[in-house]
T-cell receptor
Framework: EPEVTQTPSHQVTQMGQEVILRCVPISNHLYFYWYRQILGQKVEFLVSFYNNEISEKSEIFDDQFSVERPDGSNFTLKIRSTKLEDSAMYFC????????????FGPGTRLLVL | GEDVEQSLFLSVREGDSSVINCTYTDSSSTYLYWYKQEPGAGLQLLTYIFSNMDMKQDQRLTVLLNKKDKHLSLRIADTQTGDSAIYFCAERTAGRRALTFGSGTRLQVQP
């Protein structure tokens, strides 16, 4: 069964460094999402992406964050200058069509900012 | 803004039924979901219900929605040890992309 994959599974970085989290959505999916979960807190929506542009973003998704679909398969989340509070599990998700309700989630990347 | 609340922990014995509860605040919530997360894995959609439905059954899973009280529940019949996981309630408002999640309920199934 097709699945969403994410790399790396764990990343440790120094505060102020840039990180890029990578996701490979399911191949025929058109809608892409990033969520994050700070340890002990709720899963929070960051951004949705469709047709090569951001379709919705949350207050968390400020100028430090960006997303890109650099080719036909990858979907990336970049954090330009990481802060301690960016430490979280980051989940990528995708779905096929606007009428389809199932967002398929990847296993997540655990980011630790020191 | 929207808020979704769940109890944090539920322990049941194998073979019993589990009922996981969720409340939400947004009266314009149109879709309500239950996701399961096993250790080291992503979020797996178990089932979802439209807000114009009261109940949905899918094999061992029964979802009940009380729209008046903004209360959603997930019943797992004949709970097995493999059902041990964290269960997340989530909602989505029509026209929005974002899912709003609860904190998750950790279900522990004792043999």
């Amino acid at each position: 069964e097709p699945e969403v994959t994410q790399t790396p599974s764990h990343q440790v970085t120094q505060m102020g460094q840039e990180v890029i989290l990578r996701c490979v959505p399911i191949s025929n999916h058109l809608y892409f999402y990033w969520y994050r979960q700070i340890l002990g807190q709720k899963v929070e929506f960051l951004v949705s992406f469709y047709n090569n542009e951001i379709s919705e973003k949350s207050e968390i998704f400020d100028d430090q964050f960006s997303v890109e679909r650099p080719d036909g398969s990858n979907f990336t989340l970049k954090i330009r200058s990481t802060k301690l509070e960016d430490s979280a599990m980051y989940f990528c998700a995708s779905k096929t069509a606007s009428t389809q309700e199932t967002q398929y989630f990847g296993p997540g990347t655990r980011l630790l900012v020191l | 803004g929207e808020d979704v609340e769940q109890s944090l922990f539920l322990s049941v014995r194998e073979g019993d039924s589990s009922v996981i509860n969720c409340t939400y605040t947004d009266s314009s919530s149109t879709y309500l979901y239950w996701y399961k997360q096993e250790p080291g894995a992503g979020l797996q959609l178990l089932t979802y219900i439209f807000s114009n439905m009261d109940m949905k059954q899918d094999q061992r899973l029964t979802v009940l929605l009380n729209k008046k009280d903004k209360h959603l529940s997930l019943r797992i019949a004949d709970t097995q040890t493999g059902d041990s996981a964290i269960y997340f309630c989530a909602e989505r408002t029509a026209g929005r992309r974002a899912l709003t999640f609860g904190s998750g309920t950790r279900l522990q199934v004792q043999p």
